[in-house]
């Protein structure tokens, strides 16, 4: 019994390392587009990981649905954009020819994240 | 086969569709048509020729005004300017039921113009794409029986109402919670029997109360787990995450108790559906509070938005009629009375007033306006009435763009909060690892009941910990700073220049327009024996009366001011470099520097140091015979220029003028200032070399010039400041943009930066000392002393309280007085 409780302890350790730092999330990739609608809901973005093609504006449109304050900005980590979202609204965030990589856009206290990969 | 995808306008029903699959299924090539009136396009499979396919579309009288593959919607928003379209929002009222959208959309896309119209029941908008002006869109609206407007991204008062809500409902959320919690948790604390004996009645009850738990789990917690779930499903952990596994995990032990008691010992036999219910009601409740406090944070933002008219008065074809200010186009005319407000940005056309203008650029006086002067949206119209024609409207004006330009600022981060970042990025994974080590170690080495102690260590664990704090540590304070800062009249453009600003040790002030007014004026005259001073004024602004030259207009000014006629001069030459001569009643009289009077044989009986000792530029008035007098022009430093920079030096700074004049009047000047150090005889495009010499002293130097002459320098500084900006804020090359003049607004602006540093250092002491002493204790590290663990409630309380204290210190900010103990 105490070997099967600490087994699963360590397995469990180890899933959580596995799942939130070692894997990627594969589903939910939104295709190569530069005009793309984001939901704000429950938590995260959906899409949370955006693909965009380098050398051309990108266009997000973020439809704000929770109303809590934890979802009210979006920022462009090393892009200088942030932005405040309205809830209930669509707020329009234009992205002047990101240089390619990948950046983080999360709310203010990063529990909201998502990738944008610009390629 | 290929798919070609047409743009279509003006197909509102399944005859359209009908219409349209006629008109292409009969050109060449075409095999298969597929009309989406959803998305106003329609899809033709085949080998039609593309010319072709258009010219029935357009004989069918649904072709779009533009063609291609290309989504129309998608190609308006990403250049609607290149393609003229626009994509226009509508505030729609009068719409009570679902089929009035239908209406609505109808209308609208029957508009010539309109290539896509949909419109959102939940807040009441139409989204239309096309080339359809408003006031068309607005009328097709009204046609169909409803009202609309320009809806504006400013509706402050729909999101204080979704505020609002939102607040009503996490208070609805809190008593569910604490309305099981309370009393449950009380039953245990009056000695209440909290464990589950088999076979008892008591089993069915305790039975009860965990499905009311699960109840209240479910409706008032039902975010957390939504939110937790999602999250998950996307490799992401966040505070939702630790709330409903803390709960969850309390939930499911408690339940495995009542449902199978005779699994676990019988000292483990202790339910914890208080702990899951008083959390979800105290979590709840700590997001009310924080609401209601961010809600303070962002009062500048706020204030902005309210200085927006609503209304404007615009005068067409001869009649004065009031409009929704959202309906004003530029070269409108308009008309604002005393008291008003104006409305949109414009030049003045006709009248004269008085206009304050401190709630954007923070100057107490208002400033006077006439013909062809510049008039911003937000400002008050003080004393005159005022016909101006719009030149901004919208975005556009310069008070949308400050709000734009602080609500960006807002959201940046200065360097500080990249540790808090980092750590917050790993902090949730981290702290469910934590928990379930806490739990290995409670059932390895503690004492028993050992399964107990596993949950409430494992669930205080992962209660406590607070990614919130972490996370609002930074952004709070620097959104109300960023805020306080504006109400100032200065914009900051980062967040990083808060953090440089205060820790500079060097300040470079230009000295033209910056120290002084930048305009020169008549400081002193020296008479000879037998002048007067209203007479030597009077010959001098006679002789300058046709120059151009800002000495000249200075001398003008100074006999208008002492209300002086001019004479009528003849024979007017300007000799570069020298002065002037001119008749003057049929007399010759010159006006110019030492040099050229001497070398006309002029003798200079009066002495001219003073002047030139005070910083003032002499003029030498002679006749034809003889020296008149002196007159000494000088450009004067701003009643608050030594104040400020006394202020600036009581800092800590060194303060450095910086000027092209030569060293004598540069020195003058910097007595009256007070300044430290003197750059004189500087080149204007030596500025920016002379500011790396002092960065490469090791100075951490700021630079405070005019914007657009010191631009070089002022992005060469490590802050640089652009003074006296006025309303026109599109000032790239500064950092922080002052739009008043004054240079109490660099003092400002480092107090403040000051303060919100300070601000965000508690911040963030006080929440990674949280964290750093709440986990381990929730752990129970300190059992060996107390002899009891941490209950999971207390955690969720301090947790609540821990994200709450973060965002009250930050608003604490608003308080501050940047001018504080000074002299003003």
């Not at chain 1, 070997?3 to 959580?16: C, F, Q, R, S, T």
């Not at chain 2, 763009?401 to 360097?415: C, D, E, H, T, W």
């Not at chain 2, 750590?423 to 390895?444: D, E, G, K």
Request: hydrophobic share 45%.
């Amino acid at each position: 019994m105490t070997l099967a409780i600490n087994l699963a302890g360590v397995l469990l350790i180890g899933l959580i390392i596995w799942w939130f730092w070692l894997s990627r999330p594969g589903a939910k990739v939104q295709a190569a587009s530069n005009e793309t609608t984001v939901i704000v809901e429950d938590g995260v973005y959906t899409p949370s990981v955006l693909h965009a093609k380098a050398g051309t504006p990108l266009t997000l449109h973020f439809q704000r649905k929770d109303p809590s304050p934890c979802a009210e900005q979006v920022i462009f980590h090393g892009l200088d954009s942030s932005t405040f979202l309205e809830t209930g609204k669509t707020t329009t965030v234009t992205l002047d020819n990101p240089p390619a990589g990948e950046y983080r856009f999360t709310c203010q206290m990063q529990m909201y994240q998502g990738r944008l990969i610009v390629d | 086969m290929q798919t070609q995808t047409l743009p279509i306008q003006g197909a509102t029903c399944q005859g359209c569709a009908n219409k349209i699959h006629t008109a292409l299924t009969r050109v060449e090539g075409v095999d298969h048509v597929e009309v989406d009136l959803d998305h106003q396009q329609v899809q033709v499979q085949g080998e039609a020729d593309p010319a072709a396919l258009q010219s029935a579309l357009q004989q069918s009288g649904y072709a779009a005004e533009e063609t291609g593959s290309t989504c129309h919607h998608q190609a308006s928003a990403a250049t609607p300017s290149s393609t003229q379209q626009q994509e226009t929002r509508l505030a729609i009222t009068g719409a009570t039921c679902a089929s009035c959208v239908r209406t609505i959309e109808d209308a609208l896309r029957g508009t010539p113009g309109v290539t896509q119209a949909e419109m959102n029941f939940a807040d009441r908008t139409a989204t239309v794409a096309g080339t359809a002006s408003t006031d068309t869109l607005i009328q097709a609206v009204e046609q169909a029986g409803y009202g609309a407007s320009l809806a504006t991204d400013s509706d402050a008062d729909n999101q204080d109402e979704q505020e609002q809500a939102h607040y009503r409902q996490l208070l609805r959320h809190m008593w569910l919670g604490l309305g099981l919690g309370v009393p449950l948790m009380a039953w245990g604390l009056l000695g209440g029997d909290m464990t589950v004996r088999p076979g008892q009645p008591s089993q069915w009850i305790w039975l009860g109360i965990g499905v009311l738990t699960l109840g209240v789990l479910a409706t008032a917690g039902r975010h957390f787990f939504v939110g937790a779930w999602k999250a998950l499903r996307n490799h992401n952990a966040n505070m939702d995450t630790l709330i409903a596994l803390g709960t969850g995990a309390a939930w499911l032990y408690s339940m495995a108790v009542v449902l199978v008691p005779g699994a676990l010992p019988e000292a483990a036999r202790h339910v914890y559906f208080e702990a899951s219910a008083m959390i979800i009601g105290l979590i709840n409740l700590g997001q009310a509070l924080e609401v209601r406090a961010r809600g303070k944070t962002s009062a500048a933002v706020k204030r902005l938005l309210d200085l927006g008219a609503k209304t404007a008065r615009v005068v067409r074809d001869g009649k004065e009629t009031d409009i929704p200010v959202e309906q004003v186009h530029t070269g409108d005319l308009l008309r604002v009375r005393p008291g008003e407000k104006i409305a949109v940005d414009g030049d003045v056309q006709d009248g004269e007033s008085r206009i304050d203008e401190s709630m954007l650029t923070g100057e107490p006086m208002p400033v006077a306006k006439a013909v062809g002067d510049r008039v911003s949206a937000g400002t008050l119209n003080e004393g005159g009435t005022l016909l101006y024609r719009a030149t901004a409207v919208g975005r556009d004006t310069a008070l949308s763009q400050i709000i734009a330009l602080v609500r960006k600022a807002q959201g940046s981060k200065p360097p500080i909060g990249r540790l808090a970042d980092q750590v917050s990025a790993v902090f949730v994974p981290t702290i469910m690892i934590i928990a379930v080590v806490a739990a290995l170690a409670w059932y390895n080495l503690g004492p028993d009941p050992r399964l107990t102690h596993m949950l409430i260590s494992a669930t205080t664990v992962l209660i406590i910990a607070c990614p919130c704090a972490l996370g609002l540590a930074t952004p709070m304070s620097v959104m109300v700073g960023v805020g306080k800062a504006a109400e100032h009249g200065i914009l900051i453009r980062q967040g990083e220049a808060l953090q440089t600003s205060s820790k500079l040790d060097t300040i470079v002030l230009d000295k033209t327009g910056t120290i002084t007014k930048g305009k020169p004026a008549v400081t002193a005259l020296l008479c000879a024996q037998g002048q007067q001073e209203d007479a030597l004024l009077q010959l001098a602004a006679s002789l300058e009366s046709g120059s151009e030259h800002p000495l000249a207009k200075a001398i003008l000014t100074e006999a208008e001011n002492r209300g002086l006629s001019l004479l009528e001069a003849s024979q007017f030459a300007a000799l570069n470099g020298k002065g002037v001569t001119a008749r003057l009643s049929g007399k010759r009289y010159r006006l110019g520097n030492r040099r050229w009077l001497e070398s006309e044989g002029v003798a200079i009986t009066l002495d001219s140091t003073p002047l030139t000792d005070n910083g003032a530029t002499p003029l030498f008035l002679a006749d034809d015979e003889q020296l008149l007098g002196i007159i000494g022009v000088a450009d004067r430093i701003k009643e608050d220029s030594s104040a400020a920079i006394r202020r600036l030096k009581d800092a800590g700074l060194t303060v450095i003028m910086i000027t092209g004049d030569i060293q004598a009047s540069a020195d003058a000047i910097a007595r009256q200032a007070g300044v430290d150090e003197v750059m004189a005889e500087v080149l204007p495009e030596d500025k920016a070399e002379k500011v790396k010499a002092l960065q490469q002293q090791g100075r951490t130097v700021a630079m405070v010039g005019d914007g657009i002459n010191d631009a070089p320098a002022l992005a060469q500084a490590d802050v640089g400041f652009a003074i006296g900006t006025g309303t026109d804020v599109a000032i790239e090359s500064a950092a922080i943009t002052l739009m008043g003049g004054s240079l109490h607004g660099v003092a400002d602006a480092m107090a403040i930066s000051a303060a919100t540093v300070r601000n965000i250092k508690q911040n963030l002491f006080g929440a990674f000392i949280y964290n750093s002493l709440g986990v381990p204790v929730a752990a129970g590290v300190l059992y060996p002393f107390t002899g009891s663990l941490l209950s999971p409630v207390i955690a969720g309380a301090a947790m609540s309280l821990s994200s709450v204290t973060v965002v009250t210190n930050a608003s604490r900010l608003r308080l501050f007085n940047p001018g504080k103990g000074e002299t003003r």
